[in-house]
């Protein structure tokens, strides 16, 4: 599997940006797909993702209620809306994905920069 992250940039504080990851390769059903962000100096930590079942989503608690994931199936792409943007959201973000059997992610993207400036 491979992933492609792009819609990363700069953006004033309380403002918005949508990431997309597209998926190629050998994708199928079983594959789900998430979000990682890492900050400077900071170690990656988990952002948004698909529970097992594909359908239900969860995310961490510094961005509940401010960014949301979905997905188009038809495309193999995942994204992430990120809105109310603060500076401390500033990090490189990375697609990742697992298969629904296991919590580890497996296959990761190259990240896109998101830096927001106050």
């Known amino acids: 599997v491979q992933l492609q992250a792009s819609g990363g940039g700069l953006v004033q504080a309380g403002g918005s940006l949508r990431l997309s990851c597209a998926a190629s390769?050998?994708?199928?059903?079983?594959?789900?797909m998430g979000w990682f962000r890492q900050a400077p100096g900071k170690e990656r930590e988990f952002v948004a993702g698909?529970?097992?079942?594909?359908?239900?989503?969860y995310y961490a608690d510094f961005v509940k209620g401010r960014f949301s994931i979905s997905r188009d199936n038809a495309k193999n792409t995942v994204y992430l809306q990120m809105d109310s943007l603060k500076s401390e959201d500033t990090a490189v973000y990375y697609c990742a994905a697992r298969y629904h059997w296991t919590a580890e992610y497996v296959y990761w993207g190259q990240g896109t920069q998101v830096t927001v400036s106050s």
């Open positions: 390769g050998r994708t199928s059903s079983s594959v789900r």
């Open positions: 698909f529970r097992w079942n594909g359908d239900s989503t």
